[in-house]
């Protein structure tokens, strides 16, 4: 089950469940779209992995199963993401 973090990794944006701007890799790094793809075009600053639009929990189960609340803020140095986005954003997900 997703944990659904309640904001980007990078730029502490809010992304409760019903945002339609979250994105996650394998691992559920959590971030917002604008730095998923345009600042990390697309590739995790984490583990290299592609990012996909999270889910939306439906509004009868979020009760039940509620999203997470603890906050991971951690601004990732820029000059680093870069080197990993430009060595793997040309090679498909599938060949990462
Ligand atoms: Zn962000
Ligand atoms: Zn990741």
Redesign the pocket.
Known sequence: MLAIRPN?E??N?DLPNTSTEAMICSFECT??K??AIEVFKNVCPSCTGNFVERPIRPSILIKKYPAATKRIFKPKDLEKTKVNSEEFKGILPEKR
Do not use: D, E, N, T
């Open positions: 980007c990078h730029c944006k971030y917002c604008a730095c």
